[in-house]
């Protein structure tokens, strides 16, 4: 009978992290984009995505609105997504944003800076027909640390379809 308890046991701890993992997820919404075919979870709690006029992407907030999170696609001028990136980045600074990180490669970018108490977390990559999609979090500073694990699935979850 013991022997058996113990079994018992084990296997509800060997099941506890699947169930941990299937609630996080759970705690997500998908939206998706027809347009330029890209994919990004969104929390649960936030808004749903609001759709722009032009079909690009949209918006959603955070329960105390508070908390802004803007997703797009476009199809960059000339110089493909290198450029566009730079391009964006400049746009920030020109905008009074302090752009304190940025990261670039061929499939991918990731740009951050503040403004006042403000913060943002700006992510692109490339998706079908030389399209690009992008997301930006922007939120109190005072909350990075509560947004850390949101902008790290916010960044798994950003992904093209297929072309």
Do not use: H
């Not at 907030?61 to 997703?71: E, F, I, T, Y």
């Not at 566009?84 to 499939?107: H, T």
């Not at 006042?116 to 998706?127: K, L, N, S, T």
């Amino acid at each position: 009978m013991r022997y058996v308890a113990m079994r018992c046991i084990a296997f509800a701890v060997a099941l506890a992290p699947a169930a941990t993992a299937q609630a996080v997820a759970d705690d997500w919404k998908p939206y998706g984009n027809a347009r330029y075919n890209y994919w990004i979870d969104v929390p649960r709690d936030f808004t749903a995505i609001e759709e722009s006029a032009n079909g690009d992407g949209g918006t959603a907030r955070s329960p105390d609105g508070n908390a802004k999170l803007a997703v797009w696609g476009s199809y960059p001028s000339e110089g493909g997504f290198a450029k566009d990136v730079k391009w964006r980045i400049g746009q920030e600074e020109a905008e009074g944003w302090s752009v304190a990180y940025q990261r670039r490669k061929s499939n991918w970018a990731v740009w951050s800076g503040s403004k006042g108490d403000r913060v943002y977390y700006e992510r692109a990559i490339p998706v079908c027909n030389d399209a690009v999609a992008y997301f930006r979090l922007e939120y109190d500073k005072a909350r990075a640390k509560a947004f850390d694990p949101v902008i790290g699935r916010l960044v798994k979850s950003l992904r093209g379809g297929d072309c």
